[in-house]
């Protein structure tokens, strides 16, 4: 740009980026574009066609979908995830949000540093290994923590995942997994917070409390809202953990705990990828209603 049209441009407008630097931009989402249409897109589409379509790739209508809701192990899985996800998204919320405000609250910074490396530290032992490791944990004859599980009236591991228990056991998996990343993010998004603002609330005789209820809680709402839809995205999909378990287990878990377990059945045992996709489609669609309810409630789009 001349000075000459540096001069004419109008006061507050932006300078219009050469055409070269928009190409390079546009450049940069080409790989997550066409990552996200293979791997994503086209198997999304390709699950439609098999859910309304037997299997001579004959239109069924909702066939598949009447024969996932009268199988008799629908209706249980279901209530295992939503059971699973209810106290998993509850306690993500309650305990990764009180934890991020007080860890932002930790003025010395070595000591900060140190407790977001700690809460970071279990989620680079994700998925089996994960668990894997608990299964000593829960394990009332090597666990290291064998003293609190006798004291709760559990001598052996069957009875510790005992079919009912485990609900919040997986939602004790996942957060300690998860819960440290998340902590960090919120921690960073409270680092947005202009320290002006809660100067003035503290001048005002605001405590802690006070702060954190009406300044920095009000300010994380979206950052909450974004937490609960990836959340709720990877919970629904809960199979490792029974499938684990079952294994470990000799079947005192079920193999078809969750939809995903039910699904993998349909498809790698009775041959009925068509009613799999059906299970898989189902997901995606409560996924998306309960992300809508997140993404309104919390005004994730919404501008400031």
Known sequence: MTILQEVARPAGARPRPAAG???????????????????????????????????????????????????????????????FLLIWLVALVVLVTFLAIVVHAVRVRWLSRTLRLVFYLPGAVAGASSVLLWLFVLDPTASPVAGLLRAAGFTSFNQVIAPGNLPPIFAVIAFWTGAGG????????????????????????????????????????????????????AGSQLFVEPQLLSQASNAVVPNDYSLNQLAYLYAFQQNDFNAAAAVSLLLLIIALALSAVFVTRGGLFERD
């Open 182 to 233: 998340w902590i960090v993010i919120m921690y960073g998004a409270l680092n947005t917070i202009g320290p002006d603002m809660i100067e003035a609330a503290r001048l005002d005789g605001a405590s802690a409390l006070q702060i954190a209820l009406r300044i920095q809680l009000p300010l994380l709402r979206k950052w909450i809202s974004y937490m609960g839809i990836m959340s709720l995205a």
């Open 21 to 83: 630097h928009r190409g390079m931009r546009y450049l940069f989402v080409v790989p997550y574009t066409v990552l996200a249409a293979v791997f994503g897109v086209f198997p999304a589409l390709y699950a439609v066609v098999l859910a309304f379509t037997d299997g001579a790739g004959r239109f069924a209508g909702v066939d598949n979908f009447a024969k996932v809701f009268g199988d008799f192990r629908f209706l249980p899985a279901v209530g295992h995830v939503a059971t």
